[in-house]
């Protein structure tokens, strides 16, 4: 299971370095527009929660960052190979267990989404914004990378067509975009909507980075979180493969 995995890392990671610079530049794009259109746009004498604007709004653009990243590397490929270059069923037809091949494609693109997020905390720390990073904050960011990447795998494998890719993101991925507490803080909002924003994964990433990035203090509850959606995801990404095969 092991060697189906590391094969499966190698092979993404060889896709990774010929097109290394290019995903590097398309990488910066976003970041760098949500940086100096809400970050420098509004400025440091923008309080919130404490700290400037610039370095509240950060650890959710990281947030979301990640998320788009992890999603769109896992779901978008697999989508095209699936349904048009019929190349997945190499991967099925392959002495690999069902469950290394989830997990690689889901780690393959998770590994993606926290390379874009350290470029988006490499830019920060360019622009001179200090935040507290350590190892429960890779932790959390990996976490919210596997989620998203276990997303887009199960998504890939249960769209009929390419269009429907785009319901995702339409319906799913962009308005986590706005709604998670990425830009504003939830304090203030209405309690059922609150609610409901707290059963979202993007919406325990943001508060766990930001509490991480500003205090240094753990959100156990949101590591509870993440730890169960990238369980669900795994386990329905597994489920798909098998369903493929069929």
């Not at 609610?195 to 509490?211: D, I, K, N, V, Y």
């Amino acid at each position: 299971m092991f060697a189906g995995i590391a094969t499966i890392l190698w092979q993404e990671y060889r896709v990774f370095t010929r097109r290394f610079w290019r995903n590097t530049a398309s990488t910066m794009v976003t970041p760098l527009l949500y940086l100096f259109a809400f970050g420098f746009g509004l400025g440091r004498g923008l309080r919130f929660e404490g700290a400037s604007y610039l370095e509240f709004v950060i650890p959710g653009i990281v947030a979301l960052t990640t998320m788009t990243s992890s999603f769109n590397a896992v779901a978008t490929p697999l989508n095209i190979s699936r349904l048009y270059d019929k190349t997945f069923e190499e991967y099925l037809t392959a002495p690999i267990p069902m469950a290394a091949i989830t997990i690689g494609r889901i780690l393959a693109g998770a590994l993606r989404g926290l390379f874009s997020g350290f470029v988006m905390l490499t830019l920060s720390l360019a622009f001179g914004v200090g935040l507290h990073l350590d190892g429960r904050f890779l932790l959390l960011l990996f976490l919210n990378c596997f989620v998203f990447a276990g997303f887009g795998f199960w998504a890939a494998l249960t769209i009929q067509s390419h269009s429907d890719i785009n319901k995702f993101n339409a319906f799913v991925i962009s308005p986590m975009s706005f709604l998670c507490g990425t830009f504003f803080s939830l304090q203030n909002i209405p309690p059922l909507l609150s609610a409901f924003l707290h059963l979202l994964p993007l919406t325990h990433t943001t508060q766990g980075l930001r509490s991480l990035a500003l205090t240094g203090t753990m959100p156990w509850e949101s590591l509870a979180a993440l730890v169960i959606y990238a369980t669900v995801f795994f386990i329905l990404g597994l489920r798909a493969c098998y369903l493929v095969e069929e």
